[in-house]
């Protein structure tokens, strides 16, 4: 007898290129709140989530801050989650949002089709500082407890992987469509739904899960991103105001830990489907500024918001409301006040940059940010710079929303930036649903 046939493997092959890809889904855990709703909701009453580091994480050092998620991750999921990485249980829980507002069901009937796509920018970063905390623990014990220092976990690994959240979401799910993991840093989040949007145009998927997570805040982390002198300075008379993007005063950013998810559709796939439609995302823009390991540069943030808007067929005027990636270092909002300028003219679209209520979310920022400017389009109100009383004049050329949040209805179009260590630049485009359906009114 010859050998058996060897097993055959679906093959899906790319379809014609669809014109709209729509979203219709949204999860987030973030600082600001355990749900997209309630996120916005403390964005637009610039409502700041950055605290005191407890003094666990401050690792001695003095005026530590940190922006912590709202909730406990793993209250959200099962018990079988507890041992994974914290990083990985925020992803889970806003997949589960963001696919439970869509209405797609496990395993759905063109899972061959449906893909993930996830961005981090330092997958297990818990893991690993309470992997080291144990090691050096025990090394310096006696004999017994020197040669437990080599016993780990036997799933440490899988947990350190960057690419676990997007693993899980697709088993959990059965989704057998492409997957891919983005470490980009800053831009992570940004590149998985750019990616995303793509593979769904041009036809090789028609629906996507796009994540967006991270969850660094251990001694470790900060004390390495205090290191780099990027982070700011405890306010003395209200800690929560301490990051301030855009004004002369701005000291730094703060670190902060989230999850979020997106769910994108061919508006075939959701037409077919009557799923309700919250936005389309319509462009994407990528570049690298072949420039500085951690310096921005103009050139490049320009070439990927020009992108983005070629790739939406949009022009500059279309664009309402921009969340700019607005880290308050005084050579990031420089460098992005005088791109935007540059793309836009002077008083182009309203910016703010809602870092100064989150912080900095690194991997998930991307993510984060869109679904806030996409809730900014839904209500047509836009979030405000928050802290910023004392505007840089050096960023006079751009419209920042000071103060309290301003009404925009009829905004047509919205963007966000996100701009990486390495020179990574990725730019998204998000314009009004055809079918408009407009958010519930935030608690």
């Given at each position: 007898m010859g050998d058996p046939p060897a097993p055959r493997t679906a093959h899906v092959p790319a379809r014609a290129r669809c014109a709209r890809v729509v979203v219709t889904g949204m999860g987030m855990v973030s600082p600001l709140g355990p749900d997209v709703a309630r996120s916005f909701a403390a964005a637009l009453a610039?409502?700041?989530a950055v605290r005191p580091a407890p003094g666990h994480l401050a690792a001695g050092l003095p005026g530590m801050l940190a922006a912590p998620a709202a909730i406990e991750p793993a209250g959200l999921l099962d018990a079988a989650d507890a041992g994974l990485d914290r990083a990985t249980q925020l992803a889970l829980a806003a997949a589960a949002q963001a696919l439970g507002e869509a209405g797609v069901e496990s395993a759905p009937d063109d899972a061959e089709r449906f893909g993930v796509f996830s961005g981090i920018g330092f997958g297990g970063a818990c893991t690993l500082d309470a992997?080291?905390?144990?090691?050096?623990?025990?090394?310096l014990g006696d004999a017994a407890e020197r040669r437990r220092a080599t016993v780990m976990h036997p799933l440490t690994v899988p947990r350190l992987m960057a690419n676990a959240a997007q693993g899980l979401v697709s088993m959990r799910y059965g989704l057998r469509g492409m997957g891919n993991t983005y470490c980009v840093a800053c831009a992570s989040s940004a590149v998985a739904a750019g990616e995303a949007l793509r593979a769904i145009r041009d036809g090789y998927l028609d629906a996507a899960v796009v994540l967006g997570s991270e969850a660094m805040l251990t001694p470790g982390s900060l004390v390495a991103w205090n290191a780099l002198r990027v982070l700011a300075r405890a306010d003395a008379a209200d800690p929560a105001a301490s990051c301030r993007p855009f004004d002369r005063r701005r000291s730094g950013f703060v670190l902060g830990e989230a999850g979020a998810a997106l769910v994108l559709e061919s508006e075939a796939r959701a037409?077919?489907?009557?799923?309700?439609?919250l936005a389309e995302l319509a462009g994407y823009g990528a570049s690298s500024d072949a420039h500085h390991l951690t310096a921005p540069s103009v050139p490049g943030q320009v070439a990927a918001m020009r992108q983005a808007l070629a790739h939406a067929d949009l022009a500059p005027g279309d664009v309402g409301y921009l969340n700019a990636h607005g880290t308050a270092?005084?050579?990031?909002?420089?460098s992005e006040a005088q791109a935007i300028v540059d793309v836009f003219g002077p008083?182009?679209?309203a910016v703010s940059s809602t870092k100064a209520v989150h912080g900095h979310l690194i991997g998930a920022g991307g993510?984060?940010?869109?679904?806030?400017?996409?809730?900014?389009?839904?209500?047509?109100?836009l979030p405000p710079g928050a802290?910023?009383?004392?505007?840089?004049?050096?960023c006079a050329g751009v419209d920042l929303i000071a103060g309290a949040a301003r009404d925009a209805a009829g905004i047509h179009a919205v963007m966000s930036n996100s701009f990486a260590f390495g020179g990574s630049n990725a730019c998204l485009v998000a314009r009004r649903a055809t079918t408009q359906a407009l958010a519930a009114d935030p608690p």
């Open positions: 610039g409502r700041s992997m080291y905390t144990r090691y050096v623990g025990h090394l037409r077919a489907r009557g799923a309700r439609e270092t005084e050579l990031g909002d420089l008083r182009g679209p993510a984060v940010e869109l679904i806030l400017a996409i809730q900014a389009l839904r209500t047509g109100r802290h910023l009383e004392q505007p840089d004049p050096r």
